[in-house]
């Protein structure tokens, strides 16, 4: 999906599945090649397994196939399994980092 395009910052989606109702404001889902429990706050009460929803995070660890991704802790996925939601900017620079010679 976002193949050598990802990189530390950016703002990226990861498409997890509910598997149950954890508690009355927590339901535990299943993230794609990430082979640890995993729930999430989510108080409607409407959810029902097999829904899918949507985990946004940013981007802390870019590897040669996997990402890390922090929601809330870090997360580590395959580069395919992720979705680009925003590219990071660095911020620019209005004055310059060396003061003018005298």
Do not use: F
């Not at 509910?18 to 409607?44: C, G, M, N």
């Amino acid at each position: 999906m976002a193949k050598g395009n990802i990189k530390v910052g950016d703002e990226v989606a990861i498409t997890a599945i509910v598997r149950k109702r954890v508690t009355e404001d927590r339901v535990a889902v299943l993230i794609p090649s990430y082979h640890q429990p995993h729930s999430i706050v989510d108080r409607s009460p409407n959810v029902s397994s097999g829904q899918k929803v949507e985990l946004v995070g940013d981007v802390t660890h870019v590897d040669e196939d996997r990402v890390t991704v922090n929601l809330g802790v870090p997360v580590t996925v395959r580069l395919n399994t992720v979705r680009l939601v925003t590219s990071y900017v660095a911020p620019k620079r209005k004055t310059p980092l060396v003061d003018k010679a005298t």
